[in-house]
């Protein structure tokens, strides 16, 4: 058996993502893919690999978040279980001291689509340094950058 570090799930062995929270047991590449445009221009993904992966890299942290988004996954300083959601502590990362709230902010997955909501955090969100509004959905690109509170995280498709 091979235990989450993230929520503590009994998986069996050779599984790549916890069967309950979606988290990454093993070390995975994180290759994601640079897109051109007509004239040659980067454009950035705004769709998931086939498998539905996400790579949060928090603050100055060396070692991503890899997580399987299957509905969504919340943003906060705690970890709650109970239910099929997603909860991403981000204590370990300074998250108190930068102003994340508990239920911070929710990432919602729509087929291929990723969407940032925030939870009407008491010191907001920002998506590349534009406020979101409480309750209001934004789509997100590979390579977004996130503020919750003052903790930054970037966000990246896995291809």
């Not at 978040?65 to 279980?81: C, E, K, S």
């Amino acid at each position: 058996m091979q235990i989450c570090p993230h929520c503590g799930w009994e998986n069996f062995e050779g599984i790549i993502y916890c069967d309950r929270c979606g988290v990454a047991l093993v070390n995975l590449p994180l290759a994601t893919r640079v897109l051109t445009g007509g004239q040659g221009e980067q454009v950035r993904a705004d769709v998931l690999g086939p498998d539905g992966v996400i790579i949060l890299q928090v603050g100055q942290e060396e070692t991503p978040i890899m997580v399987q988004i299957r509905q969504d996954l919340i943003l906060g300083r705690v970890t709650q279980t109970g239910d099929l959601t997603t909860y991403i502590n981000l204590t370990p990362f300074g998250a108190d001291e930068a102003g994340v709230s508990r239920r911070h902010a929710r990432l919602l997955r729509d087929g291929n689509a990723v969407y940032l909501m925030d939870l009407n955090s008491t010191n907001g969100t920002r998506v590349n340094g534009e406020a979101l509004a409480a309750g209001v959905e934004k789509r997100l690109r590979d390579g977004d950058e996130l503020l919750l509170g003052r903790l930054k995280v970037y966000i990246y498709f896995k291809q």
